[in-house]
């Protein structure tokens, strides 16, 4: 749980590239076939693991330029290791307390960015990121697809939405996911362009829809950097009129770690979306640092329970999130959507633990458009 609560931290915090290991082996594994690891986070009071074989490997190897400590130590270790520069002869970059908070994670990345070691400064590009004028080109013409995968009821089957997803059908390597994508185009100040292009699509989507009688709502994802601009909120509402849909037809996700000191230019957006009508969501929600306080005062409808509770739904500690999860979203008045349903256990224990709605490759994998209009119309032939 601490790893993968790591691995998504990371990723929230635009790190392009998250390798994560089980075990010692899959670590070694991971160094030999990288050219390149910026940093490893390993818990050197993990009994599992031979640390003097692991470093023994990591100094050997001479492709891994720093090491973190990631451990609950004692207070008298974790000083003795803080003195440290070096472990086995690689850069020593600091301790990452379990269980961390988001700013010492920030302080470790930005220690890193200053360090003199080659990476720095290096173009995008090298660092494994797309090339600027592919996104561009893709961008221009036309190549990010909206994909859509539904969202259900649980209890009856019945279909709650449609969260929208980007795929980029690329002329060369096929088509890519967010992973492979999101972080070039964040790199590059593309993220607006990007989402417009989708939200375009989505409107048209669904005003198709609309026309043959099917009612259906879209969630989009959002960063706080998108929030801040000051017409972000004046453009959806001037897409909705365009298309003639209501505002309620449009939830925007935005993920709980991104919600941390939040600018008042974003709040203005999120209460402008509000106002409009537009339902506001916490994505990957038990995963960040957000307080309740916050979580009371603004205008949030739904909570987006992150996948790593579910996919091992018989842990006792995962159980006792999700129950207060359904709880808290009860007192708040907010739906709980629960992401990552896989199987068919999964689905049954998370009704049993009163959840309500959800989505997962289980219940339905995302489709491009034309298979989504296509799926939508055999639910309504088969009702």
Not at 44 to 70: A, H, K
Not at 121 to 142: D, T
Not at 235 to 244: G, M, S
């Amino acid at each position: 749980m601490q790893r993968s609560v790591l691995v998504k931290g990371l990723l929230n915090l635009q790190v392009a590239c998250v390798l994560s290991a089980e075990n010692a082996m899959q670590a070694v594994d991971h160094i030999f076939c990288q050219e390149v690891i910026d940093i490893i986070f390993f818990d050197l009071g993990d009994g599992s693991i031979n640390n003097l074989d692991f470093l023994s490997v990591v100094r050997e190897q001479g492709n891994v330029r720093t090491l973190v400590v990631y451990s609950e130590l004692p207070l008298a270790l974790r000083r003795s290791v803080e003195k440290m520069s070096t472990l086995s002869s690689t850069r020593l970059l600091g301790v990452l307390d379990k269980p961390f908070q988001l700013k010492a994670l920030q302080k470790i990345l930005c220690d890193f960015k200053s360090l003199d070691c080659s990476a720095v400064g290096q173009p995008l590009a090298a660092l494994g990121l797309i090339p600027h004028p592919q996104v561009l080109k893709g961008l221009m013409a036309g190549e990010f697809q909206a994909w859509y995968q539904p969202k259900f009821n649980l209890h009856d089957g019945r279909l709650f939405g449609a969260e929208v997803l980007v795929r980029w059908n690329h002329p060369h390597r096929g088509l890519l996911l967010p992973r492979d994508l999101l972080a070039a185009v964040v790199a590059y100040d593309l993220i607006d362009e990007m989402f417009k292009q989708l939200l375009d699509q989505g409107l048209e989507f669904m005003s198709r829809l609309r026309g043959q009688g099917l009612d259906l709502g879209l969630a989009f994802n959002l960063t706080v950097s998108q929030l801040v601009s000051s017409d972000f909120a004046e453009h959806v509402i001037q897409r909705l009129h365009q298309y003639e849909m209501p505002g309620d037809a449009l939830t925007f996700e935005v993920t709980e770690n991104g919600l941390q000191d939040l600018p008042a230019s974003a709040l203005d957006s999120l209460l402008h979306l509000h106002q409009a009508g537009c339902s506001l969501s916490i994505d990957d929600f038990g995963v960040g640092f957000f307080s309740l306080r916050q979580l009371a005062h603004l205008p949030f409808d739904q909570l987006k329970l992150d996948g790593a509770f579910v996919r091992d739904v018989d842990d006792l500690g995962n159980r006792a999130v999700i129950s207060s999860s359904v709880a808290l979203a009860r007192e708040l008045r907010m739906d709980l959507v629960v992401e990552g349903i896989e199987n068919g256990h999964t689905l049954n224990t998370l009704i049993d633990l009163g959840c309500s709605f959800g989505q997962g490759f289980h219940l339905a994998l995302p489709m491009t458009a034309v298979d989504f209009a296509v799926w939508l119309q055999c639910r309504v032939s088969v009702v």
